[in-house]
């Protein structure tokens, strides 16, 4: 009798999401997916309730989506959270050997615990702890405006127009999303940007319930944070990570007070480079294909603009991209059903 011949796993770089990708249509989602992960939602439950807070299988259960309730960062967060890694439990691992993690944004935290560098239960800490402080002592707010054109390549003349307005005192960018820019401002900054920045059919655009995060418009959260959360919860992590400067955290390099560090520190007050994160995690680790974690499927445009800026495998558009996805899709995002029963 001949061996069964055992297919080789595919190479995954994982990508975890951020604030703002729990919606209406999300309403449901662990519910949906994730009834077979009953414990991991008890222990998160649990913390909610020790804390005061409405359970998350509630608020996932609800039967009807509140944006006051739901969108409030400090429901918002471990909502996300708990959708995110519970996705991140149900890769396929005969299928797919994961060689890095990183996310946008608070994908930060949720990629920490995907990757080992938290225990789940301190990841559901900090997450929460980060959403509360958000909520309780965040200033300003976050626009979004795009820098591509329909095709998804650079426009110069919107470069230009984002550059002339970061020159406002009261306005900072704070990420750097594929083709998008995030920008953190003041109340004024934000008036100022939305009313300087040319306007098409959806951009620009404030984000709501958001913070000037990544600014200096937060750095007193900082402090905040450190008090609220001890470096001995984090841990080296078991697969690298790539934070939001592009820097790789190695399983047998990492500082874990660097890590603790850079976490609370300058991640919250200062610019963060998702695009970096993709371009760094293709080309250090050449994945087969990249899996976007739900809930939402908002990442995966910024993810494919970044390998279009690279000129990554030849994609030069958003038409090449397509073309790629309909043949041998590159870019997996879980919150898509089509592509989700690829990745479980």
């Not at 005061?52 to 967060?77: E, V």
Request: hydrophobic letters at 40%; proline letters at 5%; a neutral charge.
């Amino acid at each position: 009798m001949n061996p069964k011949t055992v297919p080789k796993k595919k190479t995954a770089l994982v990508v975890c999401p951020g604030r703002g990708t729990y919606n209406a249509t999300e309403l449901g989602y662990f519910k949906t997916y994730h009834s077979n992960k009953s414990d991991f939602m008890v222990m998160i439950d649990a913390y909610r309730k020790d804390n005061g807070q409405s359970p998350i299988s509630d608020l996932d259960g609800a039967d009807r989506f509140s944006p006051k309730t739901h969108g409030r960062g400090d429901n918002a967060s471990l909502l996300i959270y708990a959708c995110a890694i519970a996705d991140f439990m149900s890769i396929n691992k005969d299928l797919y050997d994961v060689v890095g993690v990183t996310g946008n944004s608070m994908g930060w935290y949720l990629a920490l615990a995907a990757g080992g560098a938290l225990t789940h239960a301190n990841g559901a800490k900090l997450v929460n702890t980060m959403g509360g402080i958000m909520t309780e002592h965040g200033r300003g707010g976050q626009v979004v405006f795009s820098v591509v054109n329909d095709e998804w390549q650079a426009d110069r003349a919107k470069r230009e127009a984002i550059k002339s307005v970061v020159n406002h005192p009261e306005i900072h960018t704070s990420i750097h999303l594929g083709g998008m820019s995030i920008l953190a401002a003041s109340d004024a900054g934000l008036k100022y940007a939305l009313s300087t920045l040319p306007k098409d059919d959806r951009f620009p655009f404030q984000i709501r319930g958001h913070a000037a995060f990544h600014s200096p418009l937060l750095s007193h959260c900082r402090n905040l944070a450190q008090k609220a959360l001890e470096s001995e919860i984090f841990t080296r992590p078991n697969v690298p990570l790539i934070d939001g400067i592009g820097n790789i955290w190695s399983p047998y390099s990492t500082d874990i007070d660097a890590l603790y560090d850079y976490t609370l520190g300058r991640q919250i007050d200062e610019t963060f480079n998702f695009s970096k994160a993709i371009e760094v995690g293709v080309k250090e680790f050449a994945p087969d294909v990249i899996i976007v974690l739900g809930p939402g499927t908002t990442l995966g445009a910024p993810v494919a603009q970044t390998l279009i800026a690279q000129n990554w495998q030849g994609l030069a558009s958003k038409s090449d991209f397509k073309a790629r996805q309909d043949i041998a899709p590159y870019v997996l995002s879980m919150g898509i059903e089509a592509q989700r029963k690829y990745v479980i």
